[in-house]
């Protein structure tokens, strides 16, 4: 199958690659859309030791259940699903407390496992049995829901910072993440959102349009 493959710094190939396999604990999904994060620049430029080379890349993705494996309880073939992508251990003292973020044996999809830039891409058994996989609902739309993991960054910022309704939101920035947490902000029903930004005049009166349509 056809792969973009990370091989190193500013080595970044769109390469042939045997096709995902699918094991007895795990789950095969044909992938549908997958978005380009921050991290996958900065590896391009400057590397990440984290990596795993050569791996296939991506893990803002989605896709529909392709083949689920004999011990993959829970999902049907065409589930739309998407991941928590830095799959934790479940065996840390971190994972016992419930802290799996603070995992010591992280092993991000696309880093150690290969992510979802490529036709399919397999879900390991470690995901599904800590929970990392998430059903989609059909009526989502695959590039929408790609950006999942990004956008679920953006509510743990409003969750932290506690946003009420009525309070009047400050957001520096407004590239992808910082536009996910404005219209995050408003949602939790922020009554100003403020969106400071050195973009010009045509970006920032489209991105004042969107946040008054609602999401």
Not at 133 to 154: F, G, I, M, R
């Amino acid at each position: 199958m056809n792969a973009v493959v990370y091989h190193a710094p500013e080595d970044v190939r769109y390469d042939s690659v045997p096709a995902a396999s699918c094991g007895d604990d795990e789950l095969r999904i044909q992938v549908d859309a997958c978005a380009v994060c921050g991290t996958d620049l900065k590896a391009y430029l400057h590397g990440n030791p984290r990596i795993d080379a050569p791996i296939v890349m991506g893990h803002e993705f989605t896709g529909l259940v392709e083949t689920v494996g004999a011990n993959a309880a829970g999902f049907a073939v065409g589930d739309r699903i998407v991941m928590a992508t830095s799959v934790a251990c479940g065996e840390c003292s971190y994972c016992d407390r419930g802290w799996s973020n603070l995992c010591v044996d992280l092993a991000p999809m696309g880093f150690r496992y290969p992510g979802g830039m490529a036709e399919t891409t397999t879900i390991p058994a470690r995901a599904l049995r800590n929970g990392h996989v998430v059903k989609v609902p059909q009526t989502v739309q695959a590039e929408h829901a790609a950006l999942s993991e990004p956008l679920s960054c953006a509510v743990n910022a409003a969750e932290n910072c506690n946003i009420q309704a009525g309070d009047t939101v400050v957001v520096v920035g407004a590239g992808p993440m910082g536009m996910m947490n404005a219209c995050v902000a408003k949602q939790f029903g922020a009554a100003t959102v403020i969106l400071a930004m050195g973009a010009g005049r045509k970006a920032a009166d489209s991105i004042h349009e969107y946040l008054l349509r609602g999401w």
